[in-house]
């Protein structure tokens, strides 16, 4: 994921734990076979220890590693595709289905960002298991997913399930940099798909005591972009100021964008989001949220929900500088001073229409506003009843009763490219953690072996009855 943690686990951390009180475990889990249980954690720890950082030349080592698995666990061999050359690698496996219905995608990511064995208390990349934990960069983040995923396939080709529809394995290499993996994959298999589901999004929220208190279900991404504004002029020695300074027009710019707010919206998504916590939460902020998800108008609900850093991003867009530059000498009239905006664009709008708003608002047309790269805008999935029941089923066989809450995340994952070639594509990992424990992208990255009974038993709920 590019990074931001899923907006509702760390906004919730504190909340939902108080939230979403601890719910009685009724019914004994549905048990998981103790072999499946130690394949699951063989593959991940295997993974782990290969270090797909981009650039290092292992993405190969990674998807041939997962080719063989699956052949030997009777993928046939031109049903298992790797593509692309160097680390811009991806790997494509299909199960095959009796053809009745669109496949189901199924999308991971084999890449990690970057670990220096100098900055960790171990090696990054050998996998340590110790007080419940398994350690090393892309433990979360996201090898615990890809195993999953895997071990799943496996044990329902083991099995010997028949799915009426194809169920096509996704795994990109470049999900942490550029995307262009995920972009090749998304125009290869994103025309003719049902769903998506991916184990790099969503969620189990555990409070400090370690029992769970919700899972989410990831269901959009907003925009990330990067806006640069810039300001050019003659310069000039700086004892003879004259009427204008790039310097001082740029700052009056970021004044302006700094104390605007974007319309306050709502979707799908966010309304069942605030609906959910609202009711939990009580007090202002709980009765906020449900007065805004009745009406995103109300302007003393949003503003008591924008006022927290929290919840801000889940009300609407959000666009703030980030970075400055500007002058050359100190004895210089500046010629050119420029500012980068970060924009966090709520699904459905367009990242030229947020461009087009900030070059208004700083009323300069010497001015120029550029948007940075290419940043692609995807719409919201709708909350399906066949996949929101999927769930309920799949987190009842480990947590019966278990609040279930939409959620929107503030950074993006492989999902955006299928969203945008129009795959409803939703974050479903299995894993539970303490929002404490979560360090994906930092040191020490750990994420917990008891999740992985939970995890798998949801995802073969979900790949069962949603491609059956
Ligand atoms: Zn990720």
Redesign the pocket.
């Known amino acids: 994921?590019r990074r931001a943690r899923p907006l509702t686990i760390s906004l919730l951390a504190g909340a939902a734990v108080a939230l979403f009180a601890a719910q009685p475990t009724l019914a004994a889990p549905t048990p998981i076979d103790p072999a499946q249980h130690r394949q699951m954690l063989d593959i991940w720890k295997k993974m782990i220890s290969i270090p797909t950082v981009h650039g290092r030349g292992q993405m190969a080592a990674m998807a041939n590693y997962v080719a063989g698995l699956l052949r030997e666990g009777g993928f046939a061999a031109e049903d298992v595709r790797i593509e692309g050359s160097g680390d811009d690698l991806s790997l494509a496996a299909r199960y095959r289905g009796t053809g009745k219905g669109k496949p189901i995608l199924l999308s991971g990511?084999m890449d990690v960002v970057e670990a220096r064995p100098s900055d960790w208390t171990r090696d990054p990349f050998v996998p340590v298991e110790e007080n419940g934990f398994v350690y090393g960069r892309g433990a979360l983040?996201?090898k615990f997913g890809d195993a999953v995923l895997v071990s799943t396939l496996l044990k329902l080709k083991a099995e010997g399930f028949r799915p009426s529809r194809d169920i096509i394995l996704l795994l990109s290499g470049d999900?942490?940099t550029a995307m262009a993996t995920t972009a090749r994959l998304a125009e290869q298999y994103g025309g003719n798909a049902e769903l998506l589901l991916n184990a790099?999004g969503g969620g189990g929220l555990l409070d400090k005591q370690g029992k769970p208190v919700a899972f989410y279900v990831q269901g959009g991404e907003k925009t990330y972009a990067d806006i640069e504004i810039s300001v050019t002029n003659p310069g000039g020695h700086s004892s003879r100021p004259g009427a204008t300074n790039a310097i001082a027009d740029l700052a009056r710019a970021i004044d302006r964008i700094a104390a605007y707010r974007f319309p306050a919206q709502t979707n799908e998504i966010t309304r069942a989001f605030f609906k959910a916590t609202g009711k939990q939460i009580g007090g202002a902020t709980g009765a906020a949220m449900l007065r805004f998800a009745d009406d995103p108008g109300d302007a003393d609900a949003a503003a008591t929900l924008r006022a927290d850093p929290e919840y801000v991003g889940i009300t609407g867009t959000t666009c703030v500088p980030t970075m400055l530059n500007g002058g050359h000498a100190l004895n210089a009239l500046p010629q050119k001073a420029t500012v980068s905006v970060n924009c966090r664009i709520f699904p459905g709008v367009s990242v030229e229409n947020v461009r087009e708003t900030l070059a208004r608002l700083i009323e300069n047309p010497e001015a120029t506003v550029t948007i940075l790269d290419h940043p692609l805008a995807s719409d919201a999935s709708p909350l399906r009843p066949d996949l929101m029941k999927a769930v309920r089923k799949g987190i009842d066989q480990s947590f019966p009763g278990l609040p279930i809450v939409p959620q929107m995340a503030a950074g993006a994952?492989d999902s955006l490219y299928f969203r945008a070639k129009g795959v409803p594509s939703y974050g479903v990992l299995g894993m539970f953690i303490k929002p404490d424990d979560d360090f994906?992208h930092g040191l020490n990255e750990r994420a917990p072996v008891a999740s992985i009974d939970p995890a798998l038993r949801l995802m073969k709920t979900l790949i069962v009855d949603l491609s059956r």
């Open positions: 994921m990511h983040d996201m999900e942490e790099d994952t994906s």
